[in-house]
């Protein structure tokens, strides 16, 4: 029998984020899947939607306000699909069995980090779980976050695929807007300037780093956000000397960071949080070692393939940095690693665990309704 699934194609629209790659590849590899059929919806009254996709008549901000204290289902609007899939944060009410995606938990523990919209969210997310919707995660971390936050046990856990590979080689020369880079190793970060990156943990750790080795370099890529002005600070306090040997590059488009990451001496990733973490796998693809925290997802994703120590401890992770810029052989040995790591990831994997879910999902309302 082929189920109907109701999905939210909503984060395919407008500037492509973290969610919106795990939306988009995993609405992809779903396409192959013989017994689902995808029904895409958007939430918005001005998204320019593309066929097949159907339109919530609703603002989405209207929405967050509304759901947030009433139940009155969609299903008209959304055709009687078998299952409706929420794919970020958010899924609408209806009679159908409902799944919602929840990448990390860090907005419902910190609502002083989160705009107004995306806490009204997080009061929509809790109603539709307390209703019975089901919650699908992308880290075993996660998982235990949502069974304490949201109290409920209709959780799983469903990893995402790697980011795909690119076919096209890297340049030697570096994209435009990128500085001279050359003049020795460099350690990459690619992070928005946000408190859940912990960034003026990084930048205290490279303080250390930069008084054991003189010419290794930081390179801080990522849009300004809720941190910019503390990791400004952290950056103010730092030796002139070693504060100039950070390059901030401001937001970058794909060809700058492949060409980052093909020329980094190794991507650092101190997170607090984190749901899954393309940014690991994508290092982990161009052959580049991890040394990252132990925050969220990050143990899960990385494997043996990283350094790992706990986010805020800035003198571990300065050791660590130091461990992987002066010795070839730990290089060496987490580049090995890191190609065997990938191979735990599968978009083809990822979309018949969903479909499976899909699955249980309609049995229990059939079984219900018997």
């Not at 629209?13 to 919106?20: E, K, L, N, P, S």
């Not at 030697?172 to 880079?181: I, K, Q, R, S, T």
Request: hydrophobic share 45%; proline share 9%.
């Amino acid at each position: 029998m082929t189920l109907t699934v109701a999905i939210d194609a909503g984060p395919l629209h407008g500037a492509r984020t973290g969610v919106g790659n795990a939306v988009a590849w995993s609405l992809d590899a779903l396409r192959e899947l013989d017994d689902v059929e995808l029904a895409p919806y958007v939430i918005s009254a001005r998204a320019r939607t593309r066929r097949p996709e159907r339109r919530l008549p609703i603002p989405a901000s209207a929405a967050l306000r509304l759901w947030a204290h009433t139940s009155a289902p969609v299903d008209r609007w959304l055709g009687h699909p078998d299952v409706v899939h929420g794919t970020n944060y958010l899924v609408p009410p209806t009679r159908c069995p409902r799944l919602v995606s929840v990448y990390d938990c860090w907005f419902l523990e910190h609502p002083e980090d989160a705009v107004l919209d995306v806490r009204r969210a997080g009061v929509v997310l809790r109603r539709a779980v307390a209703e019975g919707a089901h919650v699908v995660t992308s880290s075993d971390a996660t998982t235990r976050r949502v069974r304490e936050l949201l109290d409920t046990e209709r959780v799983d856990t469903v990893l995402l695929g790697p980011p795909p590979a690119p076919l096209a080689p890297v340049p030697d020369v570096a994209p435009p807007g990128l500085p001279e880079l050359t003049a020795g190793p460099f350690i990459l970060s690619l992070a928005t300037f946000e408190r859940r990156k912990n960034l003026p943990t990084l930048v205290a750790a490279f303080a250390r780093l930069g008084r054991e080795h003189p010419s290794v370099r930081l390179v801080m890529a990522g849009a300004l956000g809720n941190d910019a002005s503390a990791v400004e600070r952290a950056i103010n306090r730092l030796d002139p000397v070693i504060a100039e040997r950070i390059v901030r590059t401001g937001p970058i488009g794909d060809d700058a960071k492949r060409w980052l990451l093909a020329h980094a001496r190794t991507l650092v990733y101190p997170s607090l949080d984190e749901g899954f973490g393309f940014p690991i796998l994508e290092a982990q693809q161009q052959g580049v070692p991890v040394v990252a925290s132990t925050g969220g997802s990050i143990p899960q994703v990385a494997g043996p393939a990283a350094l790992l120590s706990p986010p805020l401890d800035a003198e571990a992770l300065a050791a660590n940095l130091y461990w992987i810029v002066t010795s070839d052989d730990m290089h060496a040995k987490l580049v090995r690693r890191g190609r065997a790591n990938l191979q735990r990831f599968s978009w083809a994997d990822t979309a018949r665990r969903l479909g499976d879910l899909y699955g249980r999902l309609a049995e229990d309302r059939v079984g219900a309704v018997g």
